[in-house]
């Protein structure tokens, strides 16, 4: 966040075994939907600065 704003960019990003701590799965219709989600989302920071890195993953068949 900067001035109470949130900051996007599109990568470098550091590797998973840095800095994963949990993910959601979540469908949205477009990387715009995905963005708005990943604002809301709180990181394990304990307030500090932190961030959320959204990646497309392949679709998957539904279960009937």
Do not use: H, N
């Amino acid at each position: 966040m900067k001035e109470g704003k949130a900051i996007t960019l599109d990568g470098p990003f550091a590797e998973t075994k840095e800095q994963l701590a949990g993910f959601y799965i979540l469908e949205c219709a477009d990387l715009d939907e995905a963005i708005e989600w990943a604002k809301r989302m709180p990181t394990g920071c304990k307030g500090g600065p932190g961030c959320i890195e959204i990646r497309p993953v392949a679709e998957l068949p539904r279960v009937s």
